[in-house]
């Protein structure tokens, strides 16, 4: 039977891990929040946009700007975007196993180059095969307008410059607090998804010039869905950590009710043996 | 030919949906100017500057200020993507 003294000290431990749920719950829930808001107020916009993108880019044709272009995939970047810091539950797991699995089918018939974002993809990614071209594994919860527009640029370039032939993001998109749904998209080249309905044939007039015009659209659509992307990434992750910490927290708390039955079982049998022994004593006392 | 009575006008920004409403004619601050659409328009990719835009939904004239984006006209739908 354990002892008095190690039951208190280890019921004290686990109510201090408790706390410490408790309060990264907090303080994810509140981060959480305000992901959320940015991302489903975006919602409206990226359910439209990429639709329209891919319109224009079969109106304009493939040839009309060289992000248009639908080359064979001979050289494919892939864009992982994962988080920081653990203690999210599956959220980073489920989103490599996938990434992995992606990367090797389409390594099987292209060269790819990764991009990371987030510690975790950059710690798992090292020791894979794959030629990793950029990885960005400090602080990328603050990831701003500068570092999209760097990456967008970037990667508009190498597409340009036929040093890659696709870019492909795999993310895990905010779907519901209770899991995310990792989502895989085509970055580059833009264009029309095949499935995609309402395509007329009558081109439509472009005001200004459709080369004036789409070289004022498409690199700000890049590095806008590039952004878009990084938003869901960040409300999953923030959704994902507050489930983990309140799971922990719950089974803290239930971890901290057994242990206590046991302490007070232990101390009430101890008193018994007290109190009889005492009964006992003056009994013999009587005699 | 009948004139299609309405345009179904979207204006949407990554932060909301500015508004969304049928109006009789619809007004969009191009690059090099202010352009008009009324309803059946042909086809149209315009890319937006900076400005008003203002539509008329019965009878009243409502306006918005716009930065940048572009707009798509299909149909009897304009699509209009901008910041702010």
Known sequence: MPNLIDLRRRIKSVKNTQQITKAMKTVSTVKFRKAQRGVLEGRPFWHEAPGVLGQISA?????????????????????????????????????ISKALEFIQAKAAGAEVKLILIGKKASNFFKKQPFPIEKAYADKTDCLGDADFAELAGRL???????????????????????????????????????????????????????????????????????????????????????????????????????????????????????????????????? | MSPAIAIHLKVITPHRILCEADAAEVSLPGLDGLIGILPGHRPMVIALGEGTLTYRADGEVEAHEVRGGYAEIRGDQVLVFTEI
């Open chain 1, 59 to 95: 109106w304009a044709g493939a040839g009309a700007h060289p992000l248009f272009a639908v080359r064979a995939e001979k050289r494919v970047r892939v864009i992982v975007f994962t988080s920081d810091k653990g203690l999210c539950g599956a959220f980073n797991s489920n989103l």
């Open chain 1, 156 to 287: 508009s370039r190498a597409f340009t410059f036929q040093e890659t032939d696709a870019v492909y993001i795999v993310y895990n998109e905010f779907k519901s607090v209770l899991a995310p749904r990792i989502t895989t998209v085509r970055l580059l080249p833009v264009a029309r998804d095949a499935a995609a309905p309402g395509f007329e044939l009558s081109a439509p007039d472009w005001e200004p010039a459709a080369p004036a015009l789409l070289t004022a659209l498409v690199p700000r659509y890049v590095e806008d869905q590039l952004r878009h992307v990084y938003g869901e990434s960040q409300a999953a992750e923030q959704a994902a950590r507050m489930m983990a910490m309140d799971n922990a927290s719950k089974n803290a708390g239930e971890l901290i009710g057994d242990l206590v039955l046991v302490l007070n079982k232990i101390r009430q049998a101890g008193i018994t043996k007290e109190l009889l022994e005492i009964i006992s004593a003056v009994e013999a006392m009587k005699e």
